[in-house]
Protein backbone atom coordinates (compact mmCIF):
# COMPACT_ATOMS: atom_id res chain seq x y z
CA UNK A 1 0.00 0.00 0.00
CA UNK A 2 1.37 3.17 -0.79
CA UNK A 3 1.23 5.98 1.97
CA UNK A 4 0.16 9.79 0.19
CA UNK A 5 0.37 12.49 2.39
CA UNK A 6 -1.10 16.10 1.56
CA UNK A 7 0.04 19.39 2.30
CA UNK A 8 -0.91 23.02 1.29
CA UNK A 9 -4.67 23.01 2.07
CA UNK A 10 -5.89 26.36 3.97
CA UNK A 11 -8.52 29.24 3.11
CA UNK A 12 -8.43 31.39 0.98
CA UNK A 13 -10.59 34.70 -0.40
CA UNK A 14 -12.22 33.78 -3.51
CA UNK A 15 -10.06 34.73 -6.83
CA UNK A 16 -7.14 33.48 -5.22
CA UNK A 17 -4.76 30.54 -5.49
CA UNK A 18 -3.61 27.58 -3.37
CA UNK A 19 -1.07 24.91 -4.38
CA UNK A 20 -1.61 21.69 -2.82
CA UNK A 21 1.43 19.15 -2.39
CA UNK A 22 1.53 14.97 -1.59
CA UNK A 23 4.46 12.93 -1.62
CA UNK A 24 4.38 9.42 -2.25
CA UNK A 25 6.19 6.56 0.13
CA UNK A 26 7.10 5.09 -3.05
CA UNK A 27 9.21 6.28 -6.33
CA UNK A 28 6.47 7.82 -8.22
CA UNK A 29 7.29 6.31 -10.74
CA UNK A 30 6.06 3.15 -10.36
CA UNK A 31 2.55 4.66 -10.15
CA UNK A 32 1.56 4.86 -13.22
CA UNK A 33 -1.58 6.94 -12.67
CA UNK A 34 -2.24 9.69 -9.66
CA UNK A 35 -4.85 12.46 -9.14
CA UNK A 36 -6.53 14.57 -6.59
CA UNK A 37 -10.26 14.26 -5.69
CA UNK A 38 -12.35 16.52 -3.87
CA UNK A 39 -15.51 15.52 -0.97
CA UNK A 40 -17.43 18.71 0.19
CA UNK A 41 -20.14 18.07 3.04
CA UNK A 42 -23.10 15.63 2.00
CA UNK A 43 -21.31 15.17 -1.46
CA UNK A 44 -19.91 12.22 -3.12
CA UNK A 45 -16.08 12.27 -3.55
CA UNK A 46 -14.99 13.51 -7.13
CA UNK A 47 -12.33 13.28 -9.41
CA UNK A 48 -11.09 17.14 -9.84
CA UNK A 49 -7.63 16.00 -12.16
CA UNK A 50 -5.73 13.30 -13.05
CA UNK A 51 -1.74 12.52 -14.39
CA UNK A 52 -0.09 9.57 -15.93
CA UNK A 53 2.96 8.92 -16.04
CA UNK A 54 3.32 10.03 -19.77
CA UNK A 55 1.77 13.35 -18.64
CA UNK A 56 -1.49 12.98 -20.04
CA UNK A 57 -3.55 14.96 -17.99
CA UNK A 58 -7.54 15.08 -17.34
CA UNK A 59 -9.29 17.59 -15.60
CA UNK A 60 -13.31 18.16 -14.10
CA UNK A 61 -15.43 20.41 -16.27
CA UNK A 62 -15.78 22.53 -13.08
CA UNK A 63 -11.92 22.98 -12.64
CA UNK A 64 -10.45 23.57 -16.17
CA UNK A 65 -8.91 26.60 -17.23
CA UNK A 66 -7.91 27.20 -13.11
CA UNK A 67 -6.49 23.82 -12.00
CA UNK A 68 -3.01 22.66 -13.03
CA UNK A 69 -1.87 19.26 -12.05
CA UNK A 70 1.86 17.92 -12.28
CA UNK A 71 3.85 15.02 -10.99
CA UNK A 72 7.74 15.43 -10.28
CA UNK A 73 8.61 11.82 -10.31
CA UNK A 74 12.36 12.43 -8.95
CA UNK A 75 10.57 13.96 -5.65
CA UNK A 76 7.79 11.21 -5.63
CA UNK A 77 5.68 13.94 -5.45
CA UNK A 78 2.34 15.16 -6.68
CA UNK A 79 0.62 18.53 -7.14
CA UNK A 80 -2.45 20.55 -7.94
CA UNK A 81 -2.24 24.57 -8.26
CA UNK A 82 -5.62 26.33 -8.27
CA UNK A 83 -5.82 29.58 -9.45
CA UNK A 84 -9.67 31.76 -9.30
CA UNK A 85 -10.65 30.01 -6.67
CA UNK A 86 -14.42 29.78 -6.34
CA UNK A 87 -17.05 29.04 -2.94
CA UNK A 88 -18.13 26.17 -4.89
CA UNK A 89 -13.80 24.55 -4.44
CA UNK A 90 -14.42 24.22 -0.75
CA UNK A 91 -13.85 20.89 -0.18
CA UNK A 92 -11.69 18.33 1.58
CA UNK A 93 -8.84 17.52 -1.30
CA UNK A 94 -7.45 13.72 -1.26
CA UNK A 95 -4.62 12.63 -2.89
CA UNK A 96 -4.94 9.17 -4.97
CA UNK A 97 -2.72 6.34 -6.70
CA UNK A 98 -4.30 3.78 -8.66
CA UNK A 99 -2.47 -0.15 -8.36
CA UNK A 100 0.69 0.25 -10.99
CA UNK A 101 -1.17 -1.34 -13.64
CA UNK A 102 -3.91 0.63 -13.95
CA UNK A 103 -3.63 3.42 -17.13
CA UNK A 104 -6.68 5.69 -15.54
CA UNK A 105 -7.58 6.63 -12.24
CA UNK A 106 -10.77 9.27 -12.94
CA UNK A 107 -13.37 7.36 -10.85
CA UNK A 108 -12.86 6.30 -6.92
CA UNK A 109 -12.77 2.44 -8.26
CA UNK A 110 -9.88 2.55 -9.77
CA UNK A 111 -8.01 4.49 -6.86
CA UNK A 112 -5.98 1.87 -4.08
CA UNK A 113 -4.28 4.70 -2.04
CA UNK A 114 -5.89 7.64 -0.05
CA UNK A 115 -4.17 10.66 1.08
CA UNK A 116 -5.30 11.39 5.14
CA UNK A 117 -6.80 15.01 2.70
CA UNK A 118 -6.65 18.60 3.52
CA UNK A 119 -8.80 21.07 3.68
CA UNK A 120 -9.49 23.92 1.43
CA UNK A 121 -11.64 26.47 2.17
CA UNK A 122 -12.78 29.54 -0.33
CA UNK A 123 -14.82 32.13 1.07
CA UNK A 124 -16.64 34.64 -0.95
Known amino acids: QVQLVESGGGSVQAGGSLRLSCEAS????????MGWFRQAPGKEREVVAT???????TYADSVKGRFTISRENAKNSLYLQMNSLKAEDTAMYYCAAAPYWRSSCNIVDHISSWGQGTQVTVSS
Open 26 to 33: VPAYTINC
Open 51 to 57: VDNRGHT
